[in-house]
Structures are given as structure tokens and as C-alpha cells.
């Protein structure tokens, strides 16, 4: 964790009815540490001024160590945001990061449920495209293994893999207020998640929220769950897979001040007492997470 001023690539709407946007940042050393489910936080003034005063916690939706870029999703819901959403290539921002506690390799279970609702998309595409990567690495050094074994030779592949690759499946329930929110539905799909989009008005996919779409898929032979979004959807989706016996991960969204646990004015609830969401999470056991 570190600070880092981040070039501007490209900022750009996420559609016409929508206040959502894609920010691409040129940051070598956040996109070299970066984790999935771990945030930046953002100055979203100019360098001189002190208002707005807090920097912004974002999560980092791809992070692409090789090219030192990192990509953001932002919704504006405020003046630091408005702001931010008014940068152009070439302008600069002061980021801090990467922060927190991301999520757990998954590389230990084959059928994963993912929950997410609204801004609480890009944590989990990051997870998946990680994971994406992993086993595509895992996948290439199992062939050669094969290929370089001697006739009649027979060589063990862990999680049942085959020379095409892990056999894993991943299902999105992706929640929006519309479908106009549903963003970068083909970046899930070229990443062979099996998407179920759910919508408040219904214009797309499941008319409900991301539960009630995943309540007639459950109960089902997953193996574990990660979900990030708004609490009111965590608290529902852990219920509903402690139901089942399903383990998972929750990712929280908060409004933070400092952003590396010093201010204490982001505690959550759990069984071991109150922890610092930005700095024990904002991943969580799901267990151990206490909604009141």
C-alpha cells in the first residue's frame, strides 16, 4: 500500500441512462500489488483544494500488472464523484493503494456461486478474471506435464483437470435497478460465467432482486459463494446460503474516511467483535459477519 499518482487513459459513460462510468488508470505500482476484492482510494478534488476533504473508496474492477493499468466502475452519487467523472486523458489523481483484505483463492472448489448487486460488479469480475488466469497457468503447465511423461505413463491432475483446463463453473446473479446497469455482460460471458441478470423493473432478466433469482437455481451442488453489494442483499444472500451449508465470502461496501484503519469510522459487526472494513475486509468469511 502506497501512494500512487495515476494517469487518466480514458474515462467513459457507461451508457446514456445511466450514472455509471469506466475509469482506465495508467498506476504501475497499485497494478502490480493489486489483489481481487481489494479497493484504491481516490482524491477527488484538484491538488490544491481541501474540499470535498475524504478520498473515495473504489474497487478495482481489472488490474493488469504487466501494462501498470488499473480499471475502475464508479457511480457519481455525490461531488467527488461528479468531479471525478469530469476528468479527461491526460489529467492526473492522487490514489492510495491497492487496500484491505480481498478474497481467498477458489482454487479448491469447482462450482461457485457469485452474488452481486450494483457497483458491487467490479470485485467480482476482478476475482473471476484472477481466477480465469490461474487456471489457464495451471491448465498449460498440466499439458506439458502430460506431454513430457514417457509412454504409458500415467500423471495424477489436481482438481480433475484436463489438458483443457480446470473444470470449474462459475454462476453470476447480477442485480441492477435496470438493465441499462448491467454492465460488461460480454466480459463475463467471454470468461464462461453462466450470467442470470436480475432487474428492479424487470426489463431484464429476472424481474427481483439478485435472491429471488437465485432462489429457483438453489438448493444445488455449489461448492461456495462470494457476494458484494449493498447490505440489505448480503444479509439475505447469507442467510439463504447458510440454509443450504453453502461457505462463502462477503465483500462490504462502506463509506470510508482514511481507508487503512486508523480512523475506526468503518466498523462492521462479527463474531469476533467489531472489526475496520477497510482494513480486516472488506472481505469477510460469511460466517462471521453479524448483520443487525
Known amino acids: 500500500m502506497q501512494p500512487e499518482t495515476a494517469g487518466v487513459i480514458s474515462l467513459s459513460p457507461l451508457g446514456r441512462a445511466t450514472d455509471l462510468y469506466h475509469l482506465v488508470l495508467a498506476a504501475p505500482q ?28 473504489l474497487n478495482v474492477f481489472r488490474f493488469h500488472p504487466a501494462e501498470g493499468r488499473i480499471e475502475i466502475i464508479f457511480r457519481v452519487v455525490g461531488r467527488g464523484t461528479a468531479w471525478l467523472a469530469e476528468r479527461r486523458p491526460g489529467d492526473y489523481l492522487s490514489l492510495l493503494g491497492p487496500l484491505g483484505r480481498g478474497f481467498s483463492s477458489l482454487e479448491k472448489y469447482r462450482r461457485i456461486l457469485l452474488f452481486a ?30 506431454m513430457g511423461s514417457s509412454a504409458g505413463e500415467s500423471t495424477g491432475s489436481p482438481m480433475g483437470n484436463t489438458m483443457d483446463g ?16 448491467l454492465v460488461f455482460l460480454d466480459l463475463w460471458q467471454a470468461a464462461g460465467v453462466t450470467v442470470h441478470p436480475a432487474t428492479d423493473d424487470g426489463s431484464a432478466g429476472f424481474h427481483g432482486t439478485v435472491t429471488g433469482a437465485a432462489a429457483r ?29 453453502i461457505p462463502g465470502e462477503l465483500c462490504l461496501e462502506e463509506a470510508m474516511a482514511c481507508g487503512i484503519g486508523a480512523c475506526l469510522g468503518c466498523v462492521c459487526e462479527t463474531v469476533h467483535g467489531y472489526r475496520r472494513v477497510c482494513s480486516d475486509g472488506p472481505v469477510f468469511p460469511a460466517e462471521e459477519v453479524k448483520f443487525s
Open 117 to 146: 448487486g450494483g457497483t458491487g460488479m467490479p470485485a467480482l469480475f476482478s476475482l473471476v478474471e484472477q481466477e480465469t488466469k490461474t487456471d489457464s497457468s495451471l491448465s498449460s503447465s498440466v499439458g506439458k506435464s502430460i
Open 217 to 245: 437455481f438453489l438448493p444445488g451442488e455449489f461448492d461456495f459463494y462470494c457476494a458484494c453489494g449493498p447490505r440489505p442483499m448480503l444479509r439475505t444472500v447469507q442467510e439463504m446460503m447458510a440454509k443450504y451449508g
Open 30 to 57: 497499485i497494478a502490480k500489488e493489486t489483489g481481487p476484492g481489494q479497493f484504491v482510494m481516490v482524491r477527488c478534488t484538484d491538488e490544491q483544494a481541501l474540499d470535498p476533504l475524504l478520498l473515495r473508496p
Open 166 to 181: 480446470p473444470n470449474r463453473e462459475f454462476t453470476l446473479f447480477y442485480g441492477a435497478r435496470t438493465k441499462d446497469e
